[in-house]
């Protein structure tokens, strides 16, 4: 099994920086990918960004993607999700999320891809 926690979250303002952490722990042998998602009460969890696990190759969803940048501290075994530039529209709560699917039929930016989820954390960013 793989466990994921998150931390980081917190109150940030229009055109400030958080940085998400999240640790991973267990089979963390088993793990292809780590991504973030987020999701606002009432709305589809959507994908925010992902690393491979080993390759540490990187995708981002468009919204995002100049100014997220995810990375992981091997020696930790702990994914980073720096956010820049932030704007009220990133309020959400984050999730971590990891995929141990050798194969699967279809994108690493479903959220069907990945079989382990952290609890969340929660963005708010003020104008």
């Known amino acids: 099994q793989v466990q994921l926690l998150e931390s980081g979250g917190g109150l940030g303002q229009a055109g400030g920086s958080l940085r998400l952490s999240c640790e991973v722990s267990?089979?963390?042998?088993?793990?292809?990918?780590v991504g973030w998602f987020r999701q606002d009460p009432g709305k589809e969890r959507e994908f925010v960004a992902s690393?491979?696990?080993?390759?540490?190759?990187?995708e981002y969803a468009d919204s995002v993607l100049g100014r997220f940048t995810i990375s992981r501290d091997n020696a930790k075994n702990t994914v980073y999700l720096r956010m820049n530039i932030l704007k009220p529209g990133d309020t959400a709560a984050y999730f971590c999320?990891?995929?141990?699917?050798?194969?699967?039929?279809?994108?690493?930016?479903?959220?069907?891809?990945?079989?382990?989820w952290g609890q969340g954390t929660q963005v708010t960013v003020s104008s």
């Open positions: 999320a990891a995929s141990s699917k050798s194969v699967f039929d279809g994108s690493s930016r479903s959220r069907l891809y990945y079989n382990h």
């Open positions: 267990g089979r963390t042998s088993s793990v292809y990918r």
């Open positions: 690393i491979h696990y080993t390759w540490n190759t990187t």
